[in-house]
């Protein structure tokens, strides 16, 4: 570390005390995270996978809460015909269809063909905990 650097940051670290604020590493209380709306949650799982081409939120009515209707309609059969599983995944040649439901939700994603299964099952079920308010589920266990 030069000089320089070090004066810098022996600079700013006496700013800070000065101005009271008793250091970096003291603990500090989140703000609670904001309500997930369904088209946040579209929003969401497109931010975490450029791999889903498109998707839907639905209520656990069938009701079509986001997404485009050409594929609610698919979504809400897909999710019907599946009984009473809370994934699903079907595989096609040029991608595949995810979902993971609740007893208020289900998220049906369809993604291309190089999109990882585990992770998108893992991504749905993220973010349907965060639509719901609940407890995020645990991250996969490496290999």
């Known amino acids: 570390m030069s000089a320089a650097t070090m004066q810098m940051a022996t600079v700013t670290s006496q700013a800070i005390l000065e101005r009271g604020t008793d250091g970096y590493s003291r603990e500090r209380s989140m703000s609670p995270a904001p309500t997930l709306t369904p088209p946040l949650a579209l929003d969401y799982l497109r931010e975490l996978s450029a791999d889903i081409r498109s998707g839907v939120v639905l209520d656990a009515a069938g009701k079509l809460l986001a997404g485009p209707e050409e594929l609610g309609e698919a979504a809400r059969d897909l999710v019907q015909a599946a009984g009473a599983a809370e994934e699903i995944h079907v595989s096609m040649a040029d991608g595949g269809v995810f979902a993971a439901r609740s007893d ?20 749905l079920r993220l973010v349907l905990a965060d639509l719901e308010g609940g407890t995020r589920p645990d991250a996969p266990a490496a290999a």
């Not at 998220?107 to 991504?123: E, H, K, N, Q, W």
């Open 104 to 123: 208020k939700h289900a998220l049906v994603v369809v993604c291309g063909r190089l999109a990882l299964p585990s992770l998108i099952r893992y991504d």
